[in-house]
Nanobody, 124 residues
Framework: QVQLVESGGGLVQAGGSLRLSCAAS????????MGWFRQAPGKEREFVAA????????NYADSVKGRFTISRDNAKNTVYLQMNSLKPEDTAVYYC?????????????????WGQGTQVTVSS
């Protein structure tokens, strides 16, 4: 079992930055690939970014590539999402997720554990 708690969301103007954090507890964090997803009102939850167990491999949705960076600190059991050059269309609830495997993935069904989400609102 893995428990995930997101933090760092908030209200920011377009062009601004935020850093989301996801603190994990439970089974060995360093064995799990981690991902960030987001869900805007009336839309499906979509993939944002993923990182493998070691942090050595990452993957991003095209819509955030070059603006967002996912990273992890296995010593702190935490994964981060640095979001720069934010746009109003980035407004959503952002969810942290953990796989039971170490290889990164981009599909929702590949992730076993989910956090409660943190709201990110980007004003124009």
């Amino acid at each position: 079992q893995v428990q995930l708690v997101e933090s760092g969301g908030g209200l920011v103007q377009a062009g601004g930055s935020l850093r989301l954090s996801c603190a994990a507890s439970g089974r060995t964090f360093s064995n799990n690939a981690m991902g960030w997803f987001r869900q805007a009102p009336g839309k499906e939850r979509e993939f944002v970014a993923a990182v493998n167990w070691s942090g050595g491999r990452t993957n991003y949705a095209d819509s955030v590539k070059g603006r967002f960076t996912i990273s992890r600190d296995n010593a702190k059991n935490t994964v981060y999402l640095q979001m720069n050059s934010l746009k109003p269309e980035d407004t959503a609830v952002y969810y942290c997720a953990a796989r039971i495997l170490g290889l990164l993935a981009t599909m929702r069904n590949d992730y076993r554990y989910w956090g409660q989400g943190t709201q990110v609102t980007v004003s124009s």
